[in-house]
């Protein structure tokens, strides 16, 4: 399924269009990337049918109540609202159900995220675990409003 996002500025406000696979989650992620860049929605319209997902958003910079300024600035919403709408590129999450905890550690500049199965076992197989990275991948890639320098992304194995 192709994924399309385009902006057309006005006056008044920017209006974006997108298109792209429905999941769970869709248009939690698609606001916290446009309140990430400091966007105000002024309407949306949003209409999903069989796993497809379409959306004309109309929205304003939240300091100046005006269009989105910048074509930088404007090219940057778009992309990462294409990650978004373009979802897990093929990534499953896995089939079983996940208990996910996060745990910041802002004063020592990482985030712990544990990740268990529900009935509290950890994640056992090496394809689980792989599918479980390459989620995180693809969630932090959607999510990611600056250039990250990542230092590592690590799995450890390791029962708590």
Not at 26 to 42: P, Q, W
Not at 67 to 74: E, F, H, L
Not at 105 to 110: F, G, L
């Amino acid at each position: 399924m192709r994924s399309f996002v385009c902006s057309t500025p006005s006056k008044d406000h920017t209006l974006i269009e997108l298109t792209g696979s429905d999941r769970p989650g869709l248009v939690s992620e698609l606001s916290a990337v446009l309140a990430d860049m400091g966007c105000n929605v002024v309407n949306a319209e949003i209409w999903t049918h069989n796993a497809r997902a379409a959306a004309v958003i109309h929205v304003v910079d939240h300091s100046t109540q005006l269009a989105i300024q910048g074509p930088k600035r404007v090219l940057m919403i778009n992309e990462l609202l294409f990650n978004v709408m373009r979802g897990d590129g093929g990534v499953r999450t896995p089939s079983a159900r996940m208990s996910v905890s996060v745990l910041d550690c802002s004063d020592r500049d990482y985030t712990v995220v544990t990740i268990r199965h529900v009935d509290g076992f950890p994640i056992s197989s090496e394809a689980e675990e792989q599918r479980v990275m390459e989620c995180l991948e693809a969630a932090i890639e959607r999510r990611t409003t600056e250039v990250w320098n990542w230092k590592s992304l690590q799995m450890i194995d390791r029962d708590f």
